[in-house]
């Protein structure tokens, strides 16, 4: 089993709508859930990061945590062209070593 | 305010040769380290990680190594470079919990 899991996708969503990115980890472990984005060439940028169980808002993005469940989601609302890219999901498991999934390739058509 | 820098952006090497790439933190101590890689379409592989001067964490057995020869200097080396090690090398810092990347480097062995 890998550590961290995402569907590669890509996801396509229409511009305005909600995107919805999973990713689901198999350390119990885990304290911290980061999720990134990457831009077709460039480095990855943090854009959330989540801790507790429940819900975060932090602007059009929401990050959803169920420990027990040991999934973490990311909610793009009001998607624009531009949050076309890739988002990685990064648990943290110790000496914050992040382990990252492969990666939801995210599309959104104007 | 805390910068990474990482080079070179590019570099291609005949497969053989040595490697060595350098990446330095500034506005921050004691940082954790990493190096991480990612191969075409592929997600982000840990390959180092460090917590201090002199320790490093190797994640996956390979043709390459790590050094950390002073506190916010992270150096990432290969005695024969093969084919394989092509691919988008990033050195990443953290200090709290969330990871923060260099701009990479885009390695390709011919």
């Known amino acids: 089993q890998k550590e961290v899991e995402q569907n590669s996708g890509p996801l396509s969503v229409p511009e305005g709508a909600i995107a919805s990115l999973n990713c689901t980890y198999s350390?119990?472990?885990?304290?911290?859930f980061f999720w990134y984005r990457q831009y077709s060439g460039k480095s990855p940028e943090l854009i959330m990061f989540?801790?507790?169980?429940g819900d975060k808002e932090d602007g059009r993005f929401t990050a959803q945590l169920n420990k027990a469940s040991q999934y973490v989601s990311l909610l793009i609302r009001d998607s624009q062209p531009s949050d076309s890219a890739t988002y990685l999901c990064?648990?943290?498991?110790?000496?914050?070593?992040?382990?990252f999934g492969t990666g939801t390739r995210l599309l959104v058509s104007p | 305010s805390q910068t990474i820098h990482q080079w070179p952006a590019t570099l291609v090497q005949p497969v053989g040769s040595p490697l060595s790439l350098e990446c330095t933190v500034e506005?921050?101590?004691?940082?954790?380290l990493y190096w991480y890689r990612q191969a075409a379409g592929r997600g982000l592989q840990l390959l180092f990680y460090s917590v201090g001067i002199g320790q490093i964490s190797s994640e996956v057995p390979q043709n390459l190594s790590a050094s950390r020869p002073q506190d916010r200097q992270f150096i990432l080396s290969s005695k024969k470079l093969l084919l394989s090690d092509s691919g988008f090398y990033l050195c990443?810092?953290?200090?709290?919990?969330?990871?923060?990347f260099g701009q990479g480097t885009r390695l390709t062995v011919v």
């Open positions: 350390d119990r472990g885990s304290q911290s």
């Open positions: 506005g921050t101590s004691n940082p954790n």
């Open positions: 989540i801790y507790s169980n």
């Open positions: 990064a648990p943290s498991t110790g000496f914050q070593k992040l382990v």
């Open positions: 990443a810092w953290s200090v709290t919990r969330e990871a923060f």
